[in-house]
């Protein structure tokens, strides 16, 4: 079984500091993790994924996520965040021996305060 | 290139009542997913098309449920009669391959709200 948890149902954060929004898995194989945000009355975006190799994925808009195999978990982090990313932001997770069919997280609603 | 969008973006129905919603996937896509979220909770698959074949419906909570993809573009999903449960969002998504790896693009969603 796959499962996926999002610990966190808010998180608020001032303009210009460092975010972090936090994933945890539970996979029975090679985890394949990604993170998709989702801004007010707009679709989920995809953002990055975590498919092999480096364990700091880039992806868009300056996040980046860090695979922790030891604390199984898939942070979403930020150096400097912006107004603009207030946004609701959902892990997502499959194992690499399973289904292709992702396990999503429950959403972490990021605040950004000016 | 045109996203995969749905439509409506909201509907509002009674109790007992038939709802369509409507997912144009990126073209070229193969895959299709249909997914929901209800308020609050875990965005859950419902059913996975390949063309116009359903490779997955394991998701599908029961049979006032009806998926269709006729010519393997757009899908539309019925509901009827709806009931105050299926209340929430229902996102769509499409992708090239079916693959782990993957990416999936998202549409923005039809909110459902049955009264």
Redesign the interface.
């Known amino acids: 079984a796959q499962s996926v948890a999002q610990p966190e149902?808010q998180v608020n954060v001032a303009e210009g500091n460092p975010l972090t929004v936090k994933c945890t898995y539970s996979v029975s194989g090679n985890p394949?993790l990604?993170w998709?945000v989702q801004y007010p009355?707009?679709?989920?975006?995809?953002l990055l994924?975590y498919?092999t190799g480096d364990n700091l994925v880039k992806g868009s808009y300056g996040f980046e996520a860090e695979f922790n195999k030891s604390q199984t978990s898939f942070h979403l982090k930020k150096p400097s965040a912006l107004v603009s990313d207030s946004a609701l932001y959902?892990c997502?997770g499959?194992?690499?021996g399973g289904s292709?069919?992702?396990?999503?997280?429950?959403?972490t609603s990021l605040i950004v305060h000016p | 290139e045109a996203g995969v969008t749905q439509f409506p973006s909201h509907s509002v129905i009674e109790k007992g009542q038939t709802v369509t919603l409507r997912c144009d996937p990126i073209s070229g896509h193969d895959n299709l997913y249909w997914y929901r979220r209800v308020m609050g909770k875990e965005i859950k698959f419902l059913l996975h098309f390949v063309k116009e074949s359903k490779q997955d419906e394991s998701g599908m909570p029961n049979n006032r449920f009806l998926a269709e993809r006729t010519g393997g573009t757009y899908s539309t999903l019925k509901v009827q009669p709806a009931e105050l449960e299926d209340s929430g969002v229902y996102f769509c998504a499409s992708s090239q391959q079916t693959g782990r790896t993957d990416t999936q693009y998202f549409g923005p969603g039809t909110r459902l709200t049955v009264l």
């Open positions: 149902d394949y990604f998709y009355n707009r679709g989920l975006q995809f994924k498919i959902f997502a499959l194992t690499s292709y069919i992702p396990t999503f997280g429950r959403g």
